[in-house]
Each structure stands twice: as structure tokens, then as C-alpha cells.
């Protein structure tokens, strides 16, 4: 594991669903899961303060571990999808296939 802490600008979007009484009576992990932390502005988003985050990060094995289920459902995702269209051009093959001319 690896530990690193980080101060970073907190920032609120235009469309937050954020009220002013919010910021004095939510909760951390509301206010956390409302708004944006990055090291800059950005565009139309107010800077409404300052944190400083601490990450524990998992060990290299543990990484590998996270993407590699990431990846795997991806790939399901990918081949589930493309599934659902080999199907539909199947369905257009039949369909025009079964077509029959009837003088």
C-alpha cells in the first residue's frame, strides 16, 4: 500500500444540487460526492475551497487485480453488444431472404 496526500482547489459545477444551506449542514461524504477537486479552475465551475485529500492506494498485485476485472467486464460489455447486433443483421438476412416474388 501507498499513501499520498495531496491539496487540491474544491470546485461546484453550474448544475450542483448543492444548496448554500448544504455546505453548513450536509454531511462530508454528501459534500465530497457533490462536488469536483482539481488543481486548476475549470471553465464555469466556482472554486468554493481548498482540500487536502489522502489517497491509500492498493499495492502493484492489488492494481493489476482492479484493472484486470475492469477489463473483464468491458470485454463481456463489448461482447454482449456486439452480439445484439450480429443478431439484428441475422434477423435482416432472414427477413430477406424469406422474401418470395409472387407474380
Known sequence: ?????????????????????????AT?????????????????YAVVGEATITLTLHDT?????AKVEQ???????????AEVKCNQIREQINSLLALEYKP
Open 1 to 25: 500500500m501507498r499513501t499520498v496526500t495531496a491539496t487540491t482547489l474544491v470546485l461546484m459545477g453550474e448544475y450542483s444540487s448543492l444548496t448554500l444551506n448544504d455546505f453548513e449542514t
Open 28 to 44: 462530508g461524504e454528501r459534500l465530497v460526492n457533490a462536488l469536483t477537486f482539481y488543481d486548476k479552475p475549470i471553465g464555469s
Open 61 to 65: 498485485e492489488g492494481l493489476k487485480s
Open 71 to 81: 477489463l473483464k467486464a468491458k470485454l463481456q460489455n463489448t461482447q454482449a453488444v
